[in-house]
């Protein structure tokens, strides 16, 4: 079965920092990897996603993952974080038969 | 477009009552999913459907969990009865296709039940 590991469970950071969040899965074949971001008082919503090409992949608010096959990672990454970061960031898994895993949840909190 | 649709968003029982939840996905999306997500933990899938059919339901602790997609749209999701450990968030979300697994898929508010 297959399974998805964030590191971080909380990370606190100032604004202007640099921001990564690790993500590892296991699973032997082929997926699809995504992450979910959740703002305080918001719906899950889609951060990016990989399905294939370019493994450095680029989404909404200046966020980037990085697929890396051969360490089974998806770390999430921002150069400078803003206030309005502060969220839950989740790491998911599709496997090609559609199915569906999730990490448990990074919270970022951003100081101004 | 209309997101996700669930009701209610917050739902206080005692243990040992049924509880049921509603969903409505987003028009034109066939594949269906129901999550428990508990406090400081991830969603975790309990069934997943493709139209009105069940594609993944290998987590869901039938003796007291039941779901359903009659018409291939709404969906609703029961518990009876109920126990403590069941207290949480159930999320329902939708994608376009199960077919194409790089579909993001689109959540709904939550209910946040508890159960007393």
């Known amino acids: 079965a297959q399974s998805v590991s964030q590191h971080n469970h909380h990370v606190i950071l100032s604004e202007a920092a640099s921001l990564e969040l690790g993500c590892n899965y296991s699973y032997g074949g082929t997926v699809n990897l995504f992450w979910y971001v959740q703002y305080p008082g918001q719906h899950l919503q889609l951060l990016l996603k990989y399905f294939s090409g370019d493994p450095l992949v680029k989404g909404i608010k200046g966020f980037e993952a990085e697929f890396i096959k051969s360490k089974f990672s998806f770390n999430l990454r921002k150069p400078s974080v803003q206030w309005s970061d502060t969220a839950e960031y989740f790491c998911?898994?599709?496997?090609?038969?559609?199915?569906?895993?999730f990490g448990d949840g990074t919270t970022l909190t951003v100081k101004p | 477009e209309a997101g996700v649709a669930q009701s209610p968003r917050y739902k206080i029982i005692e243990k040992r009552q049924s509880v049921a939840f509603w969903c409505n996905p987003i028009?034109?999306?066939?594949?269906l999913y129901w999550y428990q997500q508990i406090l400081g933990q991830g969603p975790k899938l309990l069934i997943q459907f493709q139209n009105n059919g069940v594609v993944d339901d290998s987590q869901l602790p039938k003796d007291r969990f039941s779901a359903e997609r009659l018409k291939g749209v709404d969906s609703t999701l029961k518990i009876q009865p109920a126990k403590l450990e069941d207290s949480a968030v159930y999320l329902c979300?939708?994608?376009?296709?199960?077919?194409?697994?790089?579909?993001?898929?689109?959540f709904g508010p939550g209910t946040r039940l508890t159960v007393l």
């Open positions: 028009s034109g999306h066939a594949t």
């Open positions: 979300a939708s994608s376009f296709s199960l077919g194409q697994s790089y579909n993001e898929q689109f």
């Open positions: 998911a898994v599709n496997t090609n038969a559609g199915k569906s895993t």
